[in-house]
């Protein structure tokens, strides 16, 4: 009788395990204003933003320079990136503390970091408050243009347990844009990607086309 108990218990346990194994890979780490600080390239991740599916493919390279302000709890953040070919830099200021960044105006967004496979990645999971409506978005960072397969391995499965769609990874290859362009004003252009919803609708469809047909 003992055994038996003992048996199903082991059973249990076993049949939990998947289950734990989702929380330390989406339980958020800690992440110091110095760790954080410098450039980043974007490697890849997945987002229900519409269009980041379907149009995502136009989006070839993207890096961040994290630097400190004058105010200790706020970071800039310069980010440029090439769209269909073209090179733009924007900027915007970041609240950071207890290791989330914060934006609270004119849309709300949070970002936690989970951890990653890799020593010099850095794993975002980010959520848009734009009036109506949450985007979330798990996005990959890394000190180098790829990453390893297992790390890429790693964020799939990390998506999976978010209930997020698989990771777009980017072409290790692409050029990514240089670093002396001038920026425009990020918030902005940020809000207005957020708020435009009649793109958003058309995008929508065509991110389930996009499933539907191109990534399964
Ligand atoms: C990032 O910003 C710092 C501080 O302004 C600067 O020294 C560094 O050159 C920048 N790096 C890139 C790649 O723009």
């Known amino acids: 009788m003992k055994c ?5 218990s082991l059973l249990s346990v076993g049949r939990s395990a998947p289950v734990s194994s989702c929380d330390t890979l989406i339980n958020p780490i800690t992440v110091s204003t110095e760790e954080i600080l410098g450039k980043w390239i974007y490697v890849g991740g997945s987002s229900d933003l519409p269009g980041s599916r379907s149009f ?15 105010n200790s709890n706020v970071l800039n ?30 849309f709300y967004l949070k970002d936690v970091f989970l951890p990653t496979g890799c020593s010099d990645c850095l794993l975002a999971y980010e959520e848009v408050i734009s009036g109506k409506d949450t985007f979330t978005s798990l996005l990959l960072f890394s000190r180098k243009t790829n990453v390893s397969p297992d790390v890429v391995e790693r964020l799939k499965k990390q998506a999976e347990c978010l209930q997020m769609s698989s990771p777009i990874m980017m072409d290790p290859n692409n050029e990514i844009c240089p670093d002396n362009l001038p920026p425009s004003d990020g918030l902005s252009a940020l809000n207005s990607l957020f708020e435009n919803k009649m793109a958003h609708r058309v ?14």
């Open 4 to 8: 038996v108990v003992l048996l199903l």
């Open 56 to 70: 995502g493919f136009l989006l070839t390279s993207v890096w961040l320079n994290l630097t400190t302000t004058a």
């Open 77 to 106: 953040i310069l980010q440029t990136q090439r769209i269909n070919g073209d090179c733009s830099s924007m900027t915007y200021n970041v609240i950071f503390e207890n290791s989330a960044m914060l934006i609270k105006e004119p």
């Open 203 to 216: 995008a929508r469809v065509l991110d389930v086309l996009f499933d539907v047909f191109v990534n399964w």
